[in-house]
Nanobody
Framework: QVQLVESGGGLVQAGGSLRLSCAAS????????MHWVRQAPGKGLEWISYITLSGATNYADSVKGRFTISRDNVKNTLYLQMNSLKSEDTAVYYCSKGRAIDPQAHDFWGQGTQVTVSS
C-alpha cells in the first residue's frame, strides 16, 4: 500500500524553474528520510538530494545552489524546487525513501516524472 506519486514534470527552457511534488501514502511519512533521484538518458541513477526527519538537507554538487528540497509532514508531500535549470538536468526524476544516499538501498520508489530542459 506504500505509494509515492511524483508530479510537476514537463518541458521548460534553460534558465527556467519547475517545482516537483511527491505525494506519499501508506507509511508514516515523517519517520523516513526522503530523497530525489534522477536518471538522465543513457546514464545511471544519480542521487540529487535528501531531507531528514527534522528537515536537514543535502545536495549533490550538480544541483547545489539551484535546487531546494522540502517536505510537508502534514500533507505527506515532498517537494523539489528547481531553479536555473540546465539542459543536463533533463532526466526522469524519482522520489524515494531510504536511510542512505545510495539509491540502490532505497526502500520504495515512485513512478517518476519526466523533466526536459530545452537549450
Amino acid at each position: 500500500q506504500v505509494q509515492l506519486v511524483e508530479s510537476g514534470g514537463g518541458l521548460v527552457q534553460a534558465g527556467g524553474s519547475l517545482r516537483l511534488s511527491c505525494a506519499a501514502s501508506g507509511f508514516t511519512f515523517n519517520n523516513y528520510w526522503m530523497h530525489w533521484v534522477r536518471q538522465a538518458p543513457g546514464k545511471g541513477l544519480e542521487w540529487i538530494s535528501y531531507i531528514t526527519l527534522s528537515g536537514a538537507t543535502n545536495y549533490a554538487d550538480s544541483v547545489k545552489g539551484r535546487f531546494t528540497i522540502s517536505r510537508d509532514n502534514v500533507k505527506n508531500t515532498l517537494y523539489l524546487q528547481m531553479n536555473s535549470l540546465k539542459s543536463e538536468d533533463t532526466a526522469v526524476y524519482y522520489c524515494s525513501k531510504g536511510r542512505a544516499i545510495d539509491p540502490q538501498a532505497h526502500d520504495f520508489w515512485g513512478q517518476g516524472t519526466q523533466v526536459t530542459v530545452s537549450s
